[in-house]
């Protein structure tokens, strides 16, 4: 790797890094809130863990999230059943809240899982928060999204995860302000060698990485994350 190249992959890197802390910052908001609201009302069937005023967070200056909360885990002893607890906010109509719907009526056709979803079951299993995407928030916005979740554990036990859904469009524009001119084009890429997001024409968003791309330029890892930062070459190709 020439000097130049370890220079601007690590400047790359520590922008996504700190985009990506500015999100864990908000996800750990949510997380302290539910846990305050844990200690005071315990975990009751048919009410909502998540306190008033969290959605607040999304409207406040510079936040990249356009919905967050609290997904809750299943507790049958307390007749707790899957339930999520999130805010929205659409973009294209003034700002708008309102919460998420979705079916989770286990004999439906349209039955929405979540325990099964990665950036569920990775906190919940490791204790540790996770990065995952890019995915088409088909429960939400329609649109490609990065979700980052945490944990949250009380004195009884996994409550759920917090987490924060941020459009992969807006997070790319704010890394973009961020970096200002770059010489050399890259790529973040995600544990399975998909791109989560590229500034070189040819490499797309939601793409799989082919063999003969994988050493196109120097990397380094996204700490906390399951990313990494490749500089690449521009006349590399990817397959769909």
Not at 7 to 31: H, I, K, N, P
Not at 153 to 160: L, N, Q
């Amino acid at each position: 790797m020439t000097d130049r190249g370890a220079a601007e992959v690590a400047r790359v890197t520590g922008a996504v890094s700190d985009l990506v802390e500015q999100v864990f910052v908000t996800v750990s908001r949510v997380r302290e809130r539910v846990l305050s609201s844990v200690e005071r009302h315990g975990l009751r069937a048919g009410s909502w863990v998540l306190p008033d005023g969290v959605q607040d967070l999304l409207h406040e200056p510079g936040q990249l999230a356009v919905g967050l909360g609290l997904v809750v885990a299943p507790r049958p002893e307390l007749d707790l059943t899957q339930r999520l607890e999130w805010w929205q906010v659409d973009p294209d109509a003034g700002g708008q809240l309102h919460t998420l719907e979705p079916d989770l009526r286990p004999m439906s056709l349209g039955y929405y899982d979540y325990t099964t979803a990665e950036w569920y079951d990775v906190p919940r299993r490791t204790g540790r928060r996770h990065a995952f995407g890019p995915h088409v928030d088909v429960h939400g916005t329609g649109r490609y999204v990065l979700t980052m979740t945490e944990p949250v554990v009380a004195e009884s036990g996994f409550v759920g995860v917090a987490g924060a859904d941020v459009p992969v469009r807006r997070f790319e524009a704010s890394l973009l302000e961020a970096l200002g001119h770059l010489p050399v084009p890259f790529v973040v890429l995600n544990d399975e060698e998909r791109i989560v997001l590229s500034t070189a024409p040819r490499w797309l968003v939601g793409a799989l990485v082919p063999p003969d791309g994988r050493s196109a330029g120097p990397t380094a890892e996204v700490t906390g994350t399951p990313w990494r930062v490749q500089l690449v070459q521009e006349e590399s190709v990817l397959r769909p």
